[in-house]
């Protein structure tokens, strides 16, 4: 995310953002009949529009007319459904399909969470709203954490390689889009005095070279960084984990006004050695004492040891961002952890109004202008259920305006970008509301990704069972690095498969005992049910060595994913992955006894 604009910012800039939002908030369910119109409009004659709607002349229509019209005539769609006529776009048909504004960008979308990468247009609204919400979201933020004008940030932040298709779209990360697009370079340009990276830093394409100088960087203007930001917290953990075996060459590079022979990309090479024009050796001295006793304390509280004068750690740290808690709190100490904004390659959805609270308790203010949003209730079903593929049976999609606090549902855009009722595959819950519009609590993506026949477990469910088996490790002083899973079925019966990397010794009897707790953890009746008539087998904890999510990590790179963007997929059939996976298996227990 892009927080430093707001250090530009005067406290009227801050209060005219919030006053705006507060209005559209207050008068939501109106603001989105209108911002559905104007997508309508914007697009109208589009040929996917046309398909659906015919020559109705929607100008003479009123807002709500047009709003039921459109919601009875245009109907769901998954990616599936759209991907023809992005396909004709990337090959370079240049008729308007989706949108009337020429597409001339595409990003990838959740290729991370869902295995497989979609393409999804970005234009110029796509890279407004990212400036909007951040605008917002720092309004927001420095009501409680004020920062120093003329501070710095460290910003963990990375470009994917961009590629070109046949038909001469550009494709990378949507985050890629934002950085390269005017947005960002007006905002960099107003602020280059803040931020601790150039341009040449975050848009290398080589996200080892990128940490190195992040971090060099982030050190040589230690004090003067206000506070230390990455898009996901993942990127965040992965960068001070590195420096950990980086330290020292960065206190070399700092004390000599050297760069480590790391560094080949000789633009980022140039841009750096610009700002380190100097030895600075007392500087270097300081951050080598500092970290000498940091090592001795397994990097407890780095944060604010190395960023003295830094008031907090920004970042999203919900959903799958969660398992990573733990780590950022161990290297933030008592400093704040702030969690970012909600939204996707797809549209921003909504900001976090209430920054001083716990990443565990946020919730996200539905920003009723960026995009159309509709809401299909969704209902857990407890019960047996073999007959159903989802874990949850659903109802008709309602507008905002609708939606009932404590109620679970899937969000569908409709969005300036040519996607229209789309499913986004998130399941959200409306914890509450500010003024007319619903704050949500982001559960998990919709998809199932634990089923072997009548069980259903999603990314949520395994995440609690994880930190179930898990919190026995904390009397051996290891901890879990990252984790995945896999539903076997190629073999009667099918059984689960969690993998674990973990730092640290831990005894194989405590081991078998974590297998066993997670085991007995799945509360979805289907799986209690087949693994007591054992028509699921005993679950299978794979403990894989040290580096083996880092080269998931380097597998998606290669293909197109940014650093900014990545999320470990919690559970995969992906057969590259399943190879590295269990080429790296390094011990293996079996929940054998099950009550
Ligand atoms: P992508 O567009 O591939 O970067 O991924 C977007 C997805 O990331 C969303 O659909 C969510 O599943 C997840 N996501 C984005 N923001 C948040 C957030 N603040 N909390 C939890 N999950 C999020």
């Known amino acids: 995310m892009e927080p430093n604009m707001s250090n530009c910012r005067s406290s009227y800039e801050y209060g005219h953002s919030i006053s705006w939002f507060e209005d559209i908030a207050e008068n939501a369910g109106k603001v989105q009949t209108e911002t559905l119109r104007r997508i309508l409009e914007l697009n109208s004659g589009v040929e996917y529009l046309k398909k659906w709607l015919g020559e109705v002349n929607i100008q003479e229509m009123d807002a709500t007319a047009l709003e039921s019209l459109y919601t009875s005539l245009v109907p769901l769609a998954s990616h599936a459904d759209l991907e023809p006529y992005i396909k004709r776009i990337a090959d370079g048909d240049t008729a ?19 295995g497989r990468q979609k393409f999804v247009p970005f234009t110029k609204h796509s890279a407004r709203t990212t400036l909007q919400i951040f605008s917002l979201a720092a309004a927001y933020r420095s009501r409680f954490y004020p920062i120093r004008q003329g501070g710095r940030i460290l910003e963990l932040i990375y470009s994917s390689k961009q590629f070109k298709t046949k038909g001469g779209i550009t494709v990378g990360t949507a985050t890629t889009h934002y950085y390269a697009s005017e947005e960002f370079k007006i905002k960099q340009e107003k602020t280059k005095c803040f931020t601790c990276s150039p341009q040449e830093v975050i848009s290398s394409g080589d996200y080892k070279q990128s940490t190195y100088c992040h971090l060099l960087l982030g050190l040589f ?3 003067e960084v206000e506070f230390i930001t990455s898009t996901f917290a993942y990127s965040i953990v992965q960068a001070f984990t590195a420096f950990e075996d980086l330290w020292k060459e960065i206190c070399i590079d700092i004390k000599e006004g050297t ?7 000789p633009k980022m090479r140039e841009a750096v050695m610009d700002i380190i024009t ?22 407890h509280g780095l944060v604010p040891k190395l960023w003295p004068n830094a008031k907090y750690v920004y970042s999203i740290m919900t959903g799958s961002m969660q398992p990573y808690l733990k780590k950022l709190r161990h290297y933030a100490l008592g400093l704040p952890l702030v969690s970012a904004d909600y939204g996707s390659t797809e549209s921003w959805i909504g900001v976090n109004v209430d920054p001083s609270l716990p990443p565990e308790d946020v919730t996200f203010t539905v920003v009723p202008t960026f995009s159309y949003f509709e809401f299909i209730p969704l209902y857990r079903q407890n019960q ?12 008709e999609p309602v507008p ?8 679970e549902y899937e969000i569908v855009l409709t969005t300036f970008t040519g996607l229209y009722r789309y499913r986004l595959g998130d399941v959200v819950e409306v914890s509450g509301f500010h003024k007319g519009t619903p704050k949500l609590n982001f559960i998990c993506r919709r998809k199932l990704i634990l089923t072997v026949n009548i069980d259903k477990n999603t990314e949520k469910d395994l995440q609690k069972v994880v930190e179930r088996g898990s919190q026995l490790l904390s009397k ?5 690095v990252d984790f995945t899973s896999h539903a076997e079925v190629a073999n009667q019966p099918g059984h689960y498969i969690i993998y674990w990397e973990l730092k640290g010794e831990v005894e194989e009897g405590i081991l078998g005992e974590c297998c066993r707790v997670m085991d007995a953890s799945f509360v979805d009746h289907g799986y209690v049910v087949s693994r007591r008539t054992n028509s699921i087998g005993p679950l299978e904890l794979c403990i894989v060595q040290t580096g083996t999510f880092k080269k998931i990590l380097d597998h998606f790179i290669g293909n197109g994913a940014a650093l900014s963007q990545f999320k470990t997929p919690r559970c995969t059939s992906d057969q590259v992955l399943l190879r590295i996976l269990n080429g790296c298996i390094i011990k293996r227990f079996h929940s054998t006894a099950y009550a």
């Open 96 to 114: 308007p399909l989706l949108t009337q504004e020429a597409i001339t960008l595409l990003s990838l979308s959740s290729g991370t969470t869902e």
């Open 259 to 265: 760069l480590s022979s790391r560094i080949t990309l």
């Open 384 to 395: 047996d259920c073999s007959s159903v593929s989802d874990d949850f049976l659903e109802d």
């Open 221 to 223: 203007f230690s004090d």
């Open 476 to 480: 051996t002083g290891a901890e879990l």
């Open 278 to 299: 100097t030895p600075n050796p007392s500087l270097a001295s300081r951050i080598e004492e500092r970290c000498k006793e940091l090592e001795g304390v397994d990097w």
């Open 400 to 407: 905002l305006s609708k939606v009932k606090l404590g109620q």
